[in-house]
């Protein structure tokens, strides 16, 4: 049973945990601008941990392909406030989105407990700074950056490629002083990836596992759903429930999803279902 600790909040892996989107963004792909003022933030938080959220993750910067990369004061601006009102109003733990070692350990400072990187601590210091702030690191894969991410995504075999690549950064976390009881891991559905390495990656999930640490998937509302479908982002609640049962059916320990009630009810079930095996 995975345990993790977020600074004295505690994240209990032993049950499937659903991670709530908080996105303190103009620009967000499925989200933004709706929780851009504080109150509407914290007031959305509070309905998803209601909801089930047993993390809420905050963001202060798109990283939706073509995103444009956010100053670091503006960032700041965007999360701390949110943390800050957060850490006093929440019992949950709160994890912060961001690749930028300066909102990390502002971040923490403020009451974040998780540290979740896109860029699975590769920007200078990062390492570094998560070692010593001493929480959880969730390290997501991703090709290129998210600019550009998007334009021709190349891999001899994706999940082999997506595999060595988080062994690679589990290992460098590890160096740097993160014990594996700190690290999560993710593959980065929809970050430099087609259709098909997605779905390939959501189909072979479960190679990820044997890193031996927890894997988090987010799948929420992604334009995958979007490619098969041709459903617009709003219309995405339906097809993003059936991957995040399909993720967990394969292994994941954490899910990203904006639509918190639905998800927790899927889960619960399945729950149900297929590990208690009885009502
Ligand atoms: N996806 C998004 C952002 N952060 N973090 C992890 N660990 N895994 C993900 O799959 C992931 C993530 C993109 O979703 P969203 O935050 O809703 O959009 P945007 O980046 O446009 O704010």
């Given at each position: 049973m995975?345990?993790?600790?977020?600074?004295?909040?505690?994240?209990?892996?032993?049950?499937?945990a659903v991670?709530?989107?908080l996105n303190?963004?103009?620009?967000?792909?499925?989200?933004?601008?709706?929780?851009?003022?504080?109150?509407?933030?914290v007031?959305?938080?509070?309905?998803?941990v209601?909801?089930?959220?047993?993390?809420v993750?905050?963001?202060?910067?798109?990283t939706?392909?073509?995103?444009?990369?956010?100053?670091?004061?503006?960032?700041l601006?965007?999360?701390?406030?949110?943390?800050e009102?957060?850490?006093?109003?929440?019992?949950?733990?709160?994890?912060?989105?961001?690749?930028?070692?300066?909102?990390?350990?502002?971040?923490?400072?403020?009451?974040?407990g998780?540290?979740n990187?896109v860029?699975?601590?590769?920007?200078?210091?990062?390492?570094?700074?998560?070692?010593?702030?001493?929480?959880?690191?969730c390290?997501?894969?991703?090709?290129?950056?998210?600019?550009?991410?998007q334009?021709d995504?190349?891999?001899?075999?994706?999940?082999?490629?997506?595999?060595?690549?988080?062994?690679?950064?589990?290992?460098?976390?590890?160096?740097?002083?993160?014990g594996?009881?700190?690290?999560v891991i993710d593959?980065?559905?929809?970050f430099g990836?087609?259709?098909?390495?997605?779905?390939?990656?959501?189909?072979?999930?479960?190679s990820?596992?044997?890193l031996g640490?927890?894997v988090l998937?987010?799948?929420?509302?992604?334009?995958?759903?979007?490619k098969?479908?041709?459903?617009?982002?709003?219309?995405?609640?339906?097809?993003?429930?059936?991957?995040?049962?399909?993720?967990?059916?394969?292994?994941?320990?954490?899910?990203?999803?904006?639509d918190?009630?639905?998800?927790?009810?899927?889960?619960?079930?399945?729950?149900?279902?297929?590990?208690?095996?009885?009502?």
């Open positions: 995975t345990v993790l600790d977020c600074r004295g909040r505690k994240l209990d892996l032993s049950r499937v991670m709530g989107v303190i963004t103009p620009d967000s792909f499925s989200d933004g601008g709706i929780f851009f003022d504080p109150a509407k933030a007031a959305h938080a509070r309905e998803m209601a909801q089930g959220a047993a993390i993750d905050v963001g202060g910067e798109s939706r392909p073509g995103a444009q990369p956010v100053p670091l004061q503006q960032e601006d965007r999360v701390i406030p949110v943390i009102c957060l850490a006093a109003d929440i019992a949950v733990p709160i994890s912060i989105d961001t690749s930028k070692p300066e909102v990390m350990r502002a971040a923490v400072a403020a009451g974040a998780l540290i990187d860029y699975a601590l590769r920007a200078q210091d990062a390492l570094d700074v998560a070692a010593q702030l001493q929480v959880p690191v390290l997501m894969h991703m090709q290129g950056e998210p600019r550009t991410m334009a995504p190349q891999y001899t075999d994706v999940v082999a490629d997506v595999r060595d690549f988080l062994v690679t950064r589990v290992e460098a976390a590890r160096k740097a002083g993160i594996a009881d700190r690290i593959p980065g559905f929809g990836k087609t259709l098909a390495q997605n779905l390939a990656l959501l189909r072979e999930l479960r990820l596992t044997t640490v927890p998937a987010g799948l929420s509302r992604k334009s995958m759903i979007g098969v479908l041709g459903l617009a982002v709003e219309d995405r609640l339906h097809a993003s429930v059936a991957l995040a049962i399909l993720a967990v059916q394969n292994g994941a320990r954490i899910l990203r999803v904006h918190v009630a639905a998800t927790a009810q899927a889960i619960r079930m399945w729950e149900v279902a297929c590990i208690e095996n009885r009502v």
